[in-house]
């Protein structure tokens, strides 16, 4: 016994500990970190601006549209190495934006980027003085290795003229640096070249001759010769690999630059500059007291309704909150405001298990079992709805990751993040705590609550009535929208990031903060166009301010300039105005429909597999389409902001409603396994959804709280965030409870009577 507490002891000692750490790390940190993570994280556009550089399409002929769209989307893959929020997108009718978030150093992006230029595979003809190329070797002190240094002796027009050239950029469909092993076994780092169908066809002859007369194929890149390696084989598959490249820096960097020479459009630099953020400091203060004060209230209510596990749920929480903080950095994930709102909304999520798990203990404490045993039997019980709640949605994470991009591609990683702390804080720490504590003696039975047995609740008896009004809730959003789309409107308030719009550069008499701007020019501005989506972007080390509203017609833009003049005294010739490209391109939006739909599918085939019933996986892909055709109801009605928070809202809202799913059927499963002859089954799912109530609610309250503080307190973008969430979390729960059961049930039945009358 002695030993027990000694053991006891010692784990809320290393708790202790740990959290001091991972608090001590977060704010104030180690070695090269002294800043503390929470300081160092990489924040988003929005939060810290960073480098924006543009680039014009080289010729004198106007670019064409198809062309255009190509190049801002292989640069978007491109600049996805810096971060998943760096934005591309078309100015004007011959410029493209790049805005890379949490960088300042312009000329350092700018190297590493590489200048979009014209890329050309040539063939080394044979011949004394007709070489295209020549190369000098000299050894790198350094490292040991031989430095190449190549030579073009033709211009590149002559070249091209007598046929030479085999290939160009947009014949390579990508290229990726990698690393295999070479025959005595050590890393040999290459660059892996994947064609297109043209490509493979040119590349296929070009390699037959280059390889029968032992010639090279030298890759030619803005204005030098970058690689010229020899052909050791005829390539007809479309795929090709550049070997000894010495190190994985020099083969990425290859591929960077075969990439970004890719393009259908040659560019060229116009200018770059720093930025600074969209939202001032005042927007990231008031989301963390946001934060903090909602974590208050979830711990002083979980203390409230749970008592001691309450307490070491919270203790748990607070270890939740650091380590989060700790590994957003660890991994480099870019924070934007969203984000924040996202990891404020998982302080909520994080306690759904352990609210799962102490309604269990409760249930197990009423039966008359001793409170160690009842710790036992909870945990255990909990423990399949708990980690197939968190499977599935950690699937779909895994999905949006793999095919998503941008903002979808961060938010899956935040996501997943949160998932894993949260079943580790749940499952390990909350269990090691609560432990300790009945070993150093309390072991009351009032300390961890007695459940009530409630009357069961007929709620299948209703499902008629639930049905009809979610029917109602989602053809109102249609009815809205096409009203909207009959009326010339969009059918739902695009935002800048999906519609593009005015981008009016303006250079004031006077260095004004970004608060300053938010509050009395922005009005001004919101007067004029009629809409609240206004973004604003500082210039560092200037006086000049980027406002992007939505697209602005010639009387608009005359007005503003009007409003500008007379209030603030701007000279009329500092005043620019350009239109915009929408950020979040048509290719962007087609991956994100399709990784959601996959995303779909692969939970399908995951509760499926779990349930051995596809029912129960129909149901909750209903449900899921259910809430989110819902919210999307709601969007249409108060025509709020449809922007890149959207699609944060939207994903937020899928792992909610498919993680209150599972709790409910997974306690069907349960009942129907225990069911006897005499149960009924609108009884089991009555008493299977009841006995779920409290989790339902008590996970939903306490969600709901952390994002109505977030509301109250957070700047107008987080209450665009903050709004539908909160509808999303309502009818969730709504749909976890009236919903998700009946469709179950409408199912076995339909289908057992189908089976019946087929025999």
């Known amino acids: 016994m002695k030993n027990k507490k000694l053991r006891s002891v010692a784990v809320i000692i290393a708790f202790v500990l740990l959290l001091g750490l991972c608090t001590y790390t977060a704010v104030e940190g180690f070695g090269e970190n002294k800043a503390g993570s929470a300081s160092s994280i990489h924040l988003g556009l929005d939060l810290a601006g960073g480098v924006s550089i543009t680039y014009q399409v080289v010729g004198e002929e106007k670019p064409d549209g198809a062309d ?17 929020e760096a934005q591309v997108y078309q100015e004007g009718d011959d410029r493209i934006n790049i805005e890379i978030p949490g960088v300042s150093d312009a ?4 190297e590493e980027l590489g200048k979009p230029g014209s890329l050309y595979f040539i063939r080394q003809k044979d011949g004394e003085g007709n070489d295209n190329y020549s190369y000098s070797m000299q050894a790198n002190e350094a490292t040991g290795e031989i430095d190449y240094t190549y030579v073009l002796n033709r211009p590149i027009e002559e070249i091209e003229a007598d046929g030479s050239i085999i290939l160009n950029g947009i014949d390579v469909k990508n290229a990726q640096a990698g690393s295999r092993a070479d025959q005595m076994g050590a890393s040999d780092f290459v660059v892996q070249l994947n064609l ?9 002859e070009a390699t037959k001759t280059a390889y029968e007369a032992g010639e090279t194929i030298a890759i030619y890149y803005d204005g030098k010769v970058v690689s010229a390696p020899r052909v050791s084989a005829v390539i007809t598959d479309g795929t090709a690999e550049i070997n000894g490249m010495g190190s994985y820096e020099r083969a990425e960097q290859l591929a960077s630059t075969i990439r970004i020479g890719g393009l259908k459009l040659e560019l060229e630099e116009l200018h770059s500059k720093v930025v600074g953020a969209q939202l001032g400091s005042e927007a990231i203060s008031t989301s963390l007291k946001a934060g903090a004060i909602g974590l208050v209230i979830v711990i002083i209510f979980m203390i409230a309704v749970y008592l001691l596990p309450g307490f070491a749920a919270s203790l748990a929480l607070l270890l939740y909150v650091a380590v989060i903080v700790v590994l957003l950095y660890g991994f480099d994930i870019t924070l934007t405001l969203p984000g924040i709102a996202g990891i404020i909304l998982s302080i909520g999520m994080a306690v ?25 039997i909870g945990f255990d019980k909990a423990l399949s709805a708990i980690i197939d709640g968190n499977i599935t949605t950690l699937i779909a994470a895994a999905v949006l990751a793999l095919i998503g991009s941008g903002s979808v591609k961060g938010f899956a990683y935040t996501l997943a993040l949160g998932i894993v702390i949260s079943l580790f804080t749940s499952l390990v720490v909350t269990r090691l705590l609560l432990n300790a504590f009945y070993t150093l003696g309390c072991k009351s039975p009032k300390l961890f609550g007695v459940a009530k047995e409630h009357k069961t609740i007929a709620f299948l008896s209703k499902r008629k009535i639930f049905f009809a009004f979610s029917a109602v809730c989602v053809l109102a959003g249609f009815v ?10 969009d059918a739902l308030n695009f935002s800048l990031e999906f519609k593009g719009g005015t981008a009016t550069n303006v250079a004031f008499n006077e260095n004004m903060t970004i608060e300053d701007i938010d509050a009395n020019i922005v009005p001004l501005i919101e007067e004029i166009t009629g809409d609240g989506n206004v973004q604003t972007q500082k210039i560092e080390g200037t006086n000049e301010v980027i406002f992007k509203t939505r697209s602005l017609n010639v009387s608009e833009r005359d007005e503003l300039v009007n409003v500008l003049v007379t209030n603030y005294g701007v000279d009329e010739a500092k005043i620019t105005a350009e239109n915009i490209s929408s950020t979040i391109s048509s290719e962007m939006r087609s991956e994100s429909l399709i990784a959601v739909i996959v995303a779909a599918v692969c939970m399908l085939i995951y509760i499926w597999f779990r349930f051995k019933d596809i029912r129960f996986g129909a149901s909750s892909v209903i449900a899921l389409l259910h809430d989110v055709l819902v919210v999307l109801t709601f969007y249409a009605a108060v025509r709020l902001s449809v922007s890149s928070t959207f699609i944060a809202c939207m994903l937020t809202i899928v792992g909610y409603s498919v993680n209150a799913t599972i709790v409910i059927f997974d306690r069907i499963r349960e009942n129907l396994s225990l069911m ?4 009924d089954l609108v009884e089991v799912v009555d008493r299977s959804i009841t006995k779920t109530l409290s989790r339902s609610v008590f996970t939903s309250l306490t969600t709901f709280i952390m994002v109505a503080v977030l509301y109250v307190m957070g700047v107008s973008s987080i209450r665009e965030f903050a709004l539908p969430l909160m509808v999303g979390i309502v009818c969730g729960t709504y749909s976890s409870v009236c919903v998700t059961g009946a469709l179950w049930y409408v199912l076995r ?4 009577k189908k089976q019946a009358a087929k025999k």
């Open 480 to 489: 809205i929208m096409g009203i909207q789309a009959a009326g010339g409107n």
């Open 676 to 679: 006897g002859k005499k149960d």
């Open 196 to 204: 297109t169908d043209e490509g493979t066809v040119k590349f296929a």
């Open 749 to 752: 039945t339909k289908f057992a």
């Open 68 to 84: 255009m769209s190509d190049t801002i989307y292989k640069l978007q893959q491109r600049v996805y190495n810096y971060s998943t």
């Open 352 to 376: 759904d298990a352990n609210v799962i798990i102490f309604a269990r203990i409760r249930e197990e404490l009423a039966t008359g079992k001793t409170v160690s045993s009842a710790m036992k």
């Open 107 to 110: 000329n350092a992006i700018l």
